[in-house]
């Protein structure tokens, strides 16, 4: 590649981003990061009718927590800002009457009202209605009106748009890096609106063409759903004479719902209980309230990963890759035509990975706050251990209580099964006499107790089942918990010794 490698993530503020938006995202900023170019990031709000307070902010912060960095953009300045697009307002006028000029677009004079009607009348005939070459001369455009009639329109505030003049049976040829060369015949296409003097805002079509020129663009990475406007885009490069530093496109696949038809929606999510955004949402306008991973107790690069491998694989059977990782194995080339299928479970097992690689370090800080909650206070490393113990068998940090609360909590009630199980017979006058072989250890460390606990079960010819549920019922309550010398040596030996008493002191034997 020699020319630098510039990309954009260019999304609309219309509400909270979907998770395959993030991946759009994503997607962008591994190719930046691969071959050492910049990641930009432009707001597309020239849409007022869909502009949804506080979207944008929720951009940012999603892109933050995913760990993908913005190069130059909104909330980060550089050499083309602004980067939000309705500051740029002033300048797209020029580019759609530079067009009009050339012969490439038109002044169209319909109001929404006519157009209405005119649809209808098409309807009744069991047609549809298009605006193109084959109706543009017989509407009121300046194809159809005198030049005089046209100026005068324009100067009495007569409402307007600028329309592209999408040539006639021409054929489009493109190129697409996922999806290899396309071909369009120009007349199956209508003529798309570029600019609304109602708002003096440009569509999306003219303003991304002319940014992505102005920002030097060198490669437009963006969803399938972007791919009929192609033909639209590279006819606009041809018409501004920018053709020479034109962006290479490569459009990615859709995600698809979990079984398969159609487009991963909320309503999927809502249906069998997963997210389908990166971060809660609360609307705005309507209250209405969405999932996000980070709030059900995702880790940032558990998500990350899982979205990297929707739509791209590696080429191996590698699953688990850190950010660093992608960016080095990422190349367009492994991205599929096909739409990858979301995989609600593949989400969990994800996280459950990154869980279980954690150092106790690393799940000190997540698990604190989940102890001051339940108001446990137990220094870093204690808080650490426990989690550290426990993590195989947590998905979520949110698991990580019920599976260790028995290290902070002594037991006052007894699950009912186990106590059925295993408080009768022998096993209490045993667990009576076990309680004076741990009160005579000094060292207490997990080996040692383990040894001469299992000495004294052998020499006695106990049964170690019997004696290691019923010590289990008595420090953890239940039926749950890691090896019992993990939970004997954490807790140490004061508390051990307590938890025995309480159980034999106050509940009866069941025979
Ligand atoms: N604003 C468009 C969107 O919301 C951007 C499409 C593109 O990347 O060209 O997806």
Redesign the pocket.
Same mark, same amino acid.
């Given at each position: 590649m020699n020319r630098e490698v510039r990309v +954009?993530?260019?999304? &609309?503020p /219309?509400g909270p981003l979907h998770i395959g #938006?993030v991946r /759009?995202a994503l997607y962008n900023y591994l190719f930046a990061r691969r071959h050492g170019g910049k990641m930009i990031l432009r707001i %597309?709000d020239t849409d007022s009718q869909r502009f949804v307070p506080g979207a944008e902010d929720y951009i940012i912060e999603s892109l933050k927590w995913c760990g993908i960095e913005i190069d130059e953009g909104v909330g980060v300045g550089g050499p083309h800002a602004p980067y939000r697009q309705s500051e740029r307002r002033e300048l797209y006028l020029k580019y759609a009457t530079q067009l009009v000029e050339a012969g490439w677009a038109y002044y169209a004079f319909d109001s929404a009202e006519e157009l209405d009607v005119l649809r209808k009348e098409y309807e009744s005939r069991g047609e549809t209605f298009a605006y193109n070459f084959k109706v543009r001369t017989t509407l009121p455009t300046s194809l159809s009106l005198s030049k005089e009639e046209v100026e005068e329109r324009i100067a009495r505030g007569d409402i307007w748009v600028i329309r592209f003049k999408m040539p006639e049976n021409e054929i489009v040829k493109m190129h697409d890096l996922i999806r290899g060369d396309v071909e369009v015949n120009t007349s199956t296409l209508d003529d798309k609106v570029l600019y609304k003097s109602i708002d003096a805002l440009p569509t999306?079509h003219l303003a991304?063409i002319v940014d992505d020129h102005l920002m030097e663009i060198s490669h437009?990475i +963006? #969803?399938e %759903?972007?791919l009929p &406007?192609l033909p639209l885009h590279y006819l606009l490069y041809k018409a501004f004479g920018w053709t020479d530093t034109q962006p290479e496109f490569a459009h990615l696949p859709l995600l698809l719902k979990p079984t398969g038809g159609g487009k991963l929606s909320k309503r999927d999510g809502d249906k069998m209980g997963f997210p389908v955004f990166p971060l809660h949402w609360v609307s705005p306008t309507t209250g209405e309230t969405a999932r996000g991973y980070r709030e059900d107790g995702y880790f940032a690069e558990a998500f990350i990963n899982m979205l990297a491998l929707l739509g791209w694989n590696p080429g191996t059977e590698q699953e688990i890759f850190s950010m660093q990782e992608l960016i080095d194995a990422f190349s367009l080339d492994r991205v599929s035509k096909a739409g990858a299928r979301f995989q609600p479970d593949k989400a969990k097992w994800f996280n459950a990975q990154y869980m279980h690689a954690k150092t106790a370090e690393e799940l000190c800080p997540i698990y604190q706050p989940i102890l001051r909650e339940h108001g446990i206070e137990v220094s870093d490393e204690v808080a650490g251990k426990a989690a550290f113990i426990m993590k195989e068998r947590a998905t979520f940090v949110s698991d990580l209580w019920d599976l260790t609360s028995y290290f902070f909590i002594a037991p006052t009630e007894y699950e009912e099964k186990q106590l059925k199980k295993y408080w009768k017979g022998d096993n209490p006058a045993r667990l009576a006499e076990l309680r004076e072989v741990l009160a005579s250890i000094d060292d207490f460390s997990l080996e040692n107790t383990e040894q001469i606990v299992h000495a004294w079960i052998t020499e006695k010819e106990y049964g170690m089942g019997q004696i290691m549920n019923t010590l289990r019922l008595a420090l953890v309550g239940a039926g749950k918990g890691p090896g019992m010398y993990d939970v004997t040596s954490f807790i140490g030996k004061e508390e051990c010794l307590k938890r025995i008493d309480y159980l034999l002191a106050n509940v009866k034997p069941l025979e």
């Open positions: +954009r993530f260019a999304p &609309s /219309t #938006g /759009t %597309e999306y991304n437009v +963006r #969803g %759903e972007w &406007s």
